[in-house]
């Protein structure tokens, strides 16, 4: 059975600490404040970044040919330019589960920067309930998927933060040193879950000028991809670039991977 999610258009509050440290946002000497910190964003010796061998520390998305549905979101078919980056081990780049694997593929236009999560799941926990635009308070503390990213790559600390869950409900989120507030980014997302398949599926569209005042194809961004789920602690926190610290912490602009922006027929 399919199950449809909603489509739509797309403020904040703080969270615990296995929750991505929502509480914790980075400070402008690297720390994390806003609460009484019990996660450290430092990386963690040993630590492995096990997706990092599947797909090293770049993820391209592709120019977007041809033009949209009628909800304005890419044909299935232009998802087959998009070079996918996949992750399953957890924020750490151990434990991994190949049945919670996350795919990730992008596409661009000069107005619009399309995402889409492909996520094989055990269980799924969401919110029953959330305003009238789908947004939701505090959505990391069910099941999500996670895309933080930066465009402004001369500020470690500002990034701009994503979320979307498997029933359509979604947060934006800007993040700078010691606060975070309400992106209004204009977000848009289609949502669907396969139960046959158990994988979920979600198309967000992000128009550009919410994330860089000049967009320029050949500007290389900062960015990573992150994914929640469980219903109770311990909860699977799974990242694309290992975040290394020795509790979930998705905060670590560090560990963040590079975007870069193909013309067509370049991959």
Known sequence: MLAQGSCGAGPDETSSCANSLRGFVPTSDGKTGGAQQCCS??????????????????????????GTDKDGFPA?????????????????????DAERETEVRLLWTPETLYLRFVARYRSITVFPDADERGWRDRLWDRDVCELFLQADT?????????EVAPNGFWIDLEITP????????????????DEMARRWRAVVALPMKSLTARFDPAAVWRVNFFRVEGAVEPRFYSAWRATGTSEPNFHVPEAFGKLVFAQAGER
């Open 76 to 96: 299935e078919v232009a998802w087959e330019a998009a070079p996918p980056a996949r992750f399953d081990a957890d924020w750490r780049g151990l434990h991994a």
């Open 178 to 193: 010691g606060e975070k507030r309400d992106l209004r980014s204009g977000m848009r997302r289609r949502v669907e879950i």
């Open 41 to 66: 964003a430092t990386r963690e010796e040993g630590s492995v970044n096990r997706n990092g061998l599947i797909d090293s520390d770049k993820i391209t998305a592709a120019r977007l040919i041809g």
């Open 154 to 162: 001369t500020e470690l600390r500002r990034y701009k933060e994503f």
